[in-house]
Each structure stands twice: as C-alpha cells, then as structure tokens.
C-alpha cells in the first residue's frame, strides 16, 4: 500500500497570505494524485486532480504541482474560507491512500 | 446534479453487521463508467477508503477491511450498500459514499454523500 505522508500537520496562517502544502508518497504515483478540502462537519470536496487540474468550480487561487512522490498544493492568497483541513489522496495502485491532512488555522 | 445520500442505522451492538445505503439522484448508477466508492472517517481521524463497486458489480475491498466487507448494487432503486461484520468499537466513524468519476484520464472522488455517523456500542 502506498503511504502518503502530509506536512506540516498543521499550519497557521493569516487571511491574504500565501499556504504551502506538501504530500509526499511513499513510492512512484506518476500524477495520479488529488487534493480534497474538507471544511468541519462537512464532506470532502476535490479540489485539485492530476496534481495540478483544478476541479470544476475551484478558485485559481488553489493550484497544485509535483509529479512521482512530491507534490504540493498552493493556496495563493488565503480567503476566510479556506481554513480547514486538507487532504491528498493517490489513485496510482489500490488500494485508494489518503495522507493523514494538513490542518490550515487561522494565526 | 448528481447527488449522493447515505441511509441507515446510527447506532450498531458490537459484533452485528453494519448496513448502510447510498441513494444516487441525478444519475443512474448502471450508466457506466463510475466507481461507486465508500470511505470512513474515524472520530477526529483522516480518510479510510474502503471499497467499491463498479456498475457492473465487480468490486475492490481495502485489504484492511477485505475480510469483513461486502458491497451490492440495486440499479431498480439506483442505490449501493455496505455492509461491514463483525463490528467493534473502532468501526465507529462517519461513513461516506463517493462517486468514482474521469476527469480527463484520472479518476477522482468527485460527488460525495453528506456523510452518515456510525456508533458501535452496546
């Protein structure tokens, strides 16, 4: 099974500024990997797909990069509404892996 | 709009099996080409994926849960199950169901259920 390790665990940061996320796999997932948000009490929401195609209805502000076992998701410039938790996931083998999410917290 | 709405009991006595049901609006889950996928969160925890099921009724379990896991489809009501046996106290999560759907050439859980909270507990 392929482990996804998230860093930091969690991030504190102030409205307008910018957030870096990183996941790294534990072996190769080429770019099968994704990055979902979830918002507390709410379900996860796909954000980014493919490493760095943003789903249907995401803000530019969210972009992500990295291929292989490196990749990081990019907040450019942090709104109200963007602190939760966020986490990738790999669809490169089965079983699906999530990493463990980054907590992005309001400084 | 496809939508996605997990059904069943919040409350499960140790050792029982554990049902659950995912109701699809807006799409009919025999259409093909979609995974249709559960996933669980453990109190405060990250995702556990566990399975899915195809529309033609294959299916993959997480290894982790392989033993205890089965999934079906009932395409008259456009829904699919879960059920979990043998359940214990660490079987206690929020469970969702998720579409498995192609963007591009990637799949991606991109429609989830609201999501539904399990307690395992006499």
């Known amino acids: 099974e392929i482990v996804l390790t998230q860093s930091p665990a969690t991030l504190s940061l102030s409205p307008g500024e910018r957030a870096t996320l990183s996941c790294r796999a534990s072996q190769s997932v080429s770019s099968y990997l994704a990055w979902y948000q979830q918002i507390s009490g709410q379900a996860p929401r796909l954000l980014i797909y493919g490493a760095s195609n943003r789903a249907t209805g995401i803000p530019a502000r969210f972009s992500g990069s990295g291929s292989g076992t490196d990749f990081t998701l990019t907040i450019s410039s942090l709104e109200p509404e963007d602190f939760a938790v966020y986490y990738c996931q790999q669809r490169s083998n089965w079983p699906i892996t999530f990493g463990q999410g980054t907590r992005l917290e309001i400084k | 709009q496809v939508q996605l709405q997990e059904s069943g009991p919040g409350l499960v006595k140790p050792s029982q099996t554990l049902s659950l049901t995912c109701t699809v609006s807006?799409?009919?889950?025999?259409?093909?080409?979609?995974?249709w996928s559960w996933i669980r969160q453990h109190p405060g925890k990250g995702l556990e994926w566990i399975g899915y099921?195809?529309?033609?009724?294959?299916?993959y379990y997480s290894p982790s849960l392989k033993s205890r896991v089965s999934m079906s489809l009932d395409t008259s009501k456009n829904q699919f199950s879960l059920k979990l046996s043998s359940v214990t106290a660490a079987d206690t999560a929020v469970y969702y169901c998720?579409?498995?759907?192609?963007?591009?050439?990637?799949?991606?859980?991109?429609?989830w259920g609201q999501g539904t909270t399990v307690t395992v507990s006499s």
């Open positions: 998720a579409r498995d759907g192609q963007s591009k050439n990637y799949y991606v859980l991109d429609v």
């Open positions: 099921i195809y529309y033609s009724g294959s299916t």
């Open positions: 807006g799409d009919s889950i025999s259409s093909g080409g979609y995974y």
